[in-house]
């Protein structure tokens, strides 16, 4: 019996998850970390493609079979426990592979951003919804923190739909999976990263004002700031680029 508060939706169409294993562009060198392998389906594709595979499940029941199906599989390793509270930077080189638990998408997402040092790309299964949030652009409603906040530390591509039907039991929402790269480096280099970032946040969290009315908070004669960085205080955070965000934060940094 599928359990609701874990997010278990699961996945065995074998064409859906043969293109999810090729979005994901493996090598047979790689090392992946697939996040709740649930059934083990996905598990197994991942399995006899790569060198390395850590699965990572919470549920105490699920892990205690994916332990049994995978003894004779010597590049896996089934861990129990919380993929907030696992340990990716202790890891070389790696890649994630997932269908996650949506009830905590972004909390995995920036997880993930967090510990990026060795991680290459992520490919993730996750609420069309976010997946569109995560690739919109400048202008679009679906624009705001997590757009850029992703976009800062890695290319998205949004790359196939998945509708609800094909997940058992059958969730409220479509799916998407979203290829992430992480960059090497970000697109805009700014003086004060946290600043920048809570510039962002601080914007967004009014997204109907004008920049001039919900940047107030900031303190400062922000109204004067934007139009010396050459941004007019009465446009909306939604309308600003991620590289006019950065002009921002660097000129509040003077
Ligand atoms: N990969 C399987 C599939 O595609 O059919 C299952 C995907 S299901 C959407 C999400 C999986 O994540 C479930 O197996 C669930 O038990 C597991 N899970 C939920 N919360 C978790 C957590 N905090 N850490 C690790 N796994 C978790």
Known sequence: ??????????????????????????SAEDTIVEIGPGPGRLTRMLAERVR???????DHELYQRLAGDFIAYRN????HGDVLHYPFEALDVFKVVANIPYYITTPIIFRLLD???????MTLTIQKEVAQRIVATPGSKDYGVLSIST??????????????????PV???????????????????????KLFFSIIRTAFSQRRKTLSNSLKPLGQD????????????????????????????DFLTK
């Open 1 to 26: 019996m599928p359990k609701k508060h874990l997010g278990q939706n699961f996945l065995s169409d074998p064409s859906i998850l043969t293109r999810i294993i090729s979005a994901a562009d493996l």
């Open 52 to 58: 390395h595979l850590i699965a990572i499940e919470l």
């Open 76 to 79: 896996v390793e089934i861990v």
């Open 115 to 121: 510990a990026k040092q060795n991680l290459k790309s």
């Open 151 to 168: 976009q800062y530390h890695a290319e998205s591509e949004l790359k196939f739909i998945i509708p609800k039907e094909v997940f058992r």
């Open 171 to 193: 969730p409220k929402v479509d799916s998407a999976v979203v290829h992430m790269i992480i960059r090497s480096k970000p697109p805009v280099s700014v003086r004060d990263e």
């Open 222 to 249: 922000i109204k004067s700031v934007l139009t010396v960085a050459g941004i007019d205080p009465q446009r909306r955070p939604e309308t600003l680029s991620i590289q006019e965000f950065a002009r921002l934060s």
